[in-house]
């Protein structure tokens, strides 16, 4: 008798915390929707506040006869300059000093890293989106408002690649031609180290 009334307490204690666990995990599941529904809304929000702004600063900013090819020159290469600088301070190694700080020795606090960081995010990023934005949607159709067509905004896109392909290939050639260049040196050093530690040798044997 007291083993099962043992028993039949256990079960029965153990049915409202299996209850409670099943709450807490449906609480949890419910909050992890809700916060994707949130995170969702507030994309969509930021897109269409991004394309209006786009759409309304569009034609007055490509409207002057040859600007979409500067307009779109300028973006591409503000967009090459961000992702180089993006890329220099997210690598894996080390942050880059400045002018000021290499001298001294010091490099920047990970803060500053971080919003060095996200400007260039948005310097390698925000041009093309506000390319993007200024180009006809696939469905939207021109009689709507905030669909229509922009003049200039295919040769904006035209020169947006052309300059930023055209300086991407310059600064990687420039990187292969430092990079050789060091390889180069590190040979020479080597080369040299190897000829002394042979003399040195030679002359210890003549010793």
């Known amino acids: 008798m007291g083993l099962t009334d043992r028993g039949s ?12 666990s099943r709450t807490r995990t449906g609480f949890g599941v419910a909050a992890a929707g809700v916060a994707v529904v949130a995170a969702a809304a507030v994309v969509f929000l930021a897109l269409g506040t991004w394309r209006r702004f786009v759409r309304t600063t569009a034609p007055a900013l490509l409207g002057w006869p040859g600007a979409p090819w500067v307009v779109g020159a300028a973006l591409g290469l503000l967009t090459v300059i961000g992702a180089t600088y993006l890329l220099r301070f997210t690598a894996p190694t080390s942050a880059p000093a400045s002018p000021s700080t290499s001298d001294s020795g010091a490099t920047p606090s990970k803060p500053v890293v971080g919003i060095a960081a996200a400007a260039s995010a948005v310097a390698a990023f925000g041009p093309l989106m506000y390319v993007l934005a200024a180009l006809p949607g696939r469905n939207c159709p021109a009689y709507r408002q905030g669909c229509e067509h922009i003049d200039g905004t295919w040769s904006a896109l035209a020169a947006y690649v052309i300059s930023a392909v055209a300086l991407a290939a310059l600064l990687r050639r420039r990187h292969t031609t430092r990079a050789e260049a060091r390889r180069a040196e590190e040979r020479e050093r080597l080369r040299r180290l190897r000829k002394r530690g042979g003399c040195k040798s030679r ?4 010793s």
């Open 9 to 20: 307490g256990a079960s029965r204690t153990g049915e409202p915390r299996s209850g409670a």
């Open 203 to 206: 002359a210890a044997h003549r």
